[in-house]
């Protein structure tokens, strides 16, 4: 094979420019033809061009691979945010059941540290009362017993009423059964 001949062959982004150029031309003829204005089908071939050989210019970008960012999810993100926004809170304007079972969790939790049974428990009933007052107590009551989900003043109220407990309880065995 000729070494003239290898580098006068076009390149496969070099034809295609040149059939868009050539499809631009013939559209511009055609425009002509069908009675469109010379000043209008010269400016559309004009632009048409110019946007054939910018792109040519400039290559094409349509197949880039944008590079992945890692997803490093750091804590109190937005999404944490958002979900812990859309998991509080159902459809029906009361607090979800995953919601009202970590704060159930919570609540026994936090009353095992100040020495009291667990909220199921009937005998732990004046404790809870006595810790959390008398709505939260009715709140915590009718979730264990009929399952009823708290509404969002009474989520408000209870979780109020934990932060108002001490952290630490008032016995010299700070809570723990013995």
């Known amino acids: ?81 958002s979900d812990l926004g859309w998991s509080v809170l159902g459809r029906d304007g009361r607090v979800t059941p995953s919601a009202a079972r970590r704060m159930r969790h919570l609540t026994d939790q936090t009353l095992h540290r100040h020495g009291t049974g667990p909220l199921h428990d009937p005998t732990a009933a004046p404790d809870i009362a006595r810790l959390l007052g008398p709505r939260v107590a009715r709140t915590t009551h009718d979730l264990t017993t009929t399952g009823r989900l708290p509404t969002p003043a009474e989520l408000r109220a209870w979780l109020t009423a934990l932060d108002r407990l001490p952290t630490t309880p008032d016995r010299p065995d700070e809570g723990t059964p013995r």
């Open 1 to 81: 094979m000729n070494p003239r001949a290898h580098r006068t062959r076009l390149r496969p982004t070099h034809r295609t420019t040149l059939r868009t150029t050539a499809t631009v031309v013939g559209l511009g003829i055609l425009l002509t033809t069908l009675g469109a204005s010379p000043a209008h089908t010269l400016t559309l071939t004009a632009l048409g061009i110019a946007a054939t050989l910018l792109r040519h210019r400039t290559g094409y970008a349509g197949d880039t691979v944008w590079p992945h960012l890692p997803t490093h999810r750091r804590d109190g993100n937005r999404r944490d945010v």
